[in-house]
């Protein structure tokens, strides 16, 4: 499968662990699972060079420094991150869960 594929399907993926939000919001972010669909795949392949030629590299003067996949992939790791977030924030999170203990320690210090 190339690269397009696996973002198509990580797109739907991702789709589906939000099909119960509202379709709106769906709508509204819909770039935004786009973005992480594609950002996923691109980790994975960084990832995967990662594993095989390691995070150092000599330099040509013999310092060890950290190769610049492993530079992309910090940086897009914290991207992701941040739109997995987002899209939990938008999409996620519409159930009410009850009251718990602190709820209800709440409800008795105001209600004095």
């Known amino acids: 499968m190339d690269k397009k594929e696996l973002a198509i399907k990580e797109y739907e993926r ?3 662990l939000f099909a119960n939000a509202d379709e709106a919001k769906v709508n509204l972010v819909d770039e935004l699972l786009k973005k992480a669909a ?9 990832e995967n060079g ?6 150092m590299q ?10 610049l996949s492993y530079k992309a992939y910090l940086q897009s ?3 992701y991150s941040n739109i997995i977030k ?8 519409t159930e009410d869960d009850g ?14």
């Open 14 to 16: 991702l789709k589906n």
């Open 58 to 67: 000599l330099s040509n003067k013999g310092n060890a420094r950290i190769t």
């Open 99 to 112: 009251d718990d203990s602190f709820d209800e320690f709440l409800k008795k210090v105001e209600e004095r």
């Open 38 to 46: 594609f950002l996923k795949i691109e980790l994975d392949s960084l």
């Open 86 to 93: 987002t899209l939990n924030t938008i999409l996620g999170g």
């Open 77 to 79: 790791i914290s991207i």
């Open 50 to 55: 990662i594993r095989r030629n390691g995070v």
